[in-house]
T-cell receptor, first 116, second 114 residues
Framework: NAGVTQTPKFQVLKTGQSMTLQCAQDMNHEYMSWYRQDPGMGLRLIHY???????DQGEVPNGYNVSRSTTEDFPLRLLSAAPSQTSVYFC???????????????FGPGTRLTVT | AQSVTQLGSHVSVSEGALVLLRCNYSSSVPPYLFWYVQYPNQGLQLLLK??????LVKGINGFEAEFKKSETSFHLTKPSAHMSDAAEYFC????????????FGAGTILRVKS
């Protein structure tokens, strides 16, 4: 299993540009989510999905869009990039049904985004 | 809303010394509790979790944590630090009704001196 994969690893954008961060998992997990990591603030939830076709907002959703058309993929779209969106972005996935590994989230390697 | 407090943004220990990283949560209803580790330029890896049952939880790499309801705490310990333990550690919680939505602490960077 590749686990959770994210592309690209690094990206530099100019203010106002748009882009999509890709996330894919091959563990058949129902739950997928996006977090951003900023120094001294830990990780904060942006958006999450409990299954294909179902998404919801997390703590810091403004400026981001998501959709979930398949179980495997959960892309994050930046509509009009701003310097405040400079951050490291992590995708995570997990089972949502009760099991021995309930709520264990598997994280991708991250995308480091700089907006100038 | 849930919140997580990690005391000390940086902790420094000597190799072989006890590691103690502190975590307190705010919920009046005990949540699910997690510790994650992040090595430089990598994603997060689960160290251990508490959901139910025994309050002393053992994880990978010799780490353990104890859930103390009366203190709303979930401190992480390791009896003897190793150089390879140098990393950033995150405590996280999730509500029992929404177990997948994690709320993270700010993180503690552990430095191990030789």
């Amino acid at each position: 299993n590749a686990g959770v994969t994210q592309t690209p690893k690094f990206q530099v954008l100019k203010t106002g540009q748009s882009m999509t961060l890709q996330c894919a998992q091959d563990m058949n997990h129902e739950y997928m989510s996006w977090y951003r990591q900023d120094p001294g603030m830990g990780l904060r939830l942006i958006h999450y999905s409990v299954g294909a076709g179902i998404t919801d907002q997390g703590e810091v959703p403004n400026g981001y869009n998501v959709s979930r058309s398949t179980t495997e993929d959960f892309p994050l779209r930046l509509l009009s990039a701003a310097p405040s969106q400079t951050s490291v972005y992590f995708c995570a996935s997990s089972y949502s049904r009760p099991s021995a590994t309930s709520y264990e989230q598997y994280f991708g390697p991250g995308t480091r985004l700089t907006v100038t | 809303a849930q919140s997580v407090t990690q005391l000390g943004s940086h902790v420094s220990v000597s190799e072989g010394a006890l590691v103690l990283l502190r975590c307190n949560y705010s919920s009046s209803v005990p949540p699910y509790l997690f510790w994650y580790v992040q090595y430089p330029n990598q994603g997060l890896q689960l160290l251990l979790k508490y959901t139910t049952g025994a309050t002393l939880v053992k994880g990978i790499n010799g780490f353990e944590a104890e859930f103390k309801k009366s203190e709303t705490s979930f401190h992480l310990t390791k009896p003897s630090a190793h150089m390879s333990d140098a990393a950033e550690y995150f405590c996280a919680v999730s509500d029992r009704g929404g177990g997948n939505k994690l709320v993270f602490g700010a993180g503690t960077i552990l430095r191990v001196k030789s």
